[in-house]
């Protein structure tokens, strides 16, 4: 299957500071990323949809100031968490379909103290 | 009412039983159906496709009824590995709406 890759895969920071998180594909090209969170004993939220070379969607709730989303490249999304706060702590992960299966990053894990 | 529902479990079996779980989801217009494994703390894996006619991939069964929106897994003959949760995915338009998980647990 297709690979895609997330770095860091665990951060910790302090209140206040951003956090950019990469998401590429590693074997093969996605015009579009997918940006879901997932709190603990809870199921994937979708955040966003990141689209190459144009502004992303995010789903309703989601502040698109806070959560910033590019794109630049077919293989690279980046998620910056602005101004994080500890109720951002969650399990980041990114996604994208290749031959009719949506394969995910292994997820960044997020601590915000 | 959430997009997709599933009975979170937990199921704890031993190894070698059957077990099955099903979830249902509400938008009948969604266009492709998935089962998803999750590890703790890990991304979900793909674990099959679910197609209306039922497809099996070794001990894995999976069955789609659209009219009752409703999809199932079944895993026979439980190996120590199928430990997991497992998610009911389902796809619309290229939007993926996930499941809570239900939980399995298989005890030597």
């Known amino acids: 299957g297709a690979v895609v890759s997330q770095h860091p895969s665990r951060v910790i920071c302090k209140s206040g500071t951003s956090v950019k998180i990469e998401c590429r594909s590693l074997?093969?090209?996605?015009?579009?990323m997918f940006w879901y969170r997932q709190f603990p004993k809870q199921s994937l939220m979708l955040m966003a949809t990141s689209n190459e070379g144009s502004k992303a969607t995010y789903e309703q709730g989601v502040e698109k100031d806070k959560f910033l989303i590019n794109h630049a490249s077919l293989t690279l999304s980046t998620l910056t968490v602005t101004s994080a706060h500890p109720e951002d702590s969650s399990f980041y992960i990114c996604?994208?379909?290749?031959?009719?299966?949506?394969?995910f990053g292994p997820g960044t894990r997020l601590l915000v103290l | 009412r959430k997009e997709v529902e599933q009975d979170p479990g937990p199921f704890n079996v031993p190894e070698g039983a059957t077990v099955a779980f099903n979830c249902t989801y509400s938008?009948?217009?969604?266009?492709?159906f998935f089962w998803y494994r999750q590890d703790c703390r890990k991304e979900p894996k793909l674990l099959m496709s679910?197609?209306?006619s039922g497809n099996e991939d070794g001990r894995f069964t999976a069955q789609l009824n659209r009219a009752s929106q409703y999809i199932s897994l079944l895993i026979r003959d439980s190996k120590l590995s199928d430990s997991a949760t497992y998610l009911c995915v389902v796809n619309y338009d290229y939007k993926l709406s996930f499941g809570a998980g239900t939980t399995v647990t298989v005890r030597a």
């Open positions: 938008n009948s217009a969604s266009q492709s």
């Open positions: 679910v197609y209306s």
């Open positions: 996604s994208a379909w290749a031959q009719e299966t949506q394969y």
């Open positions: 074997d093969f090209q996605a015009t579009t």
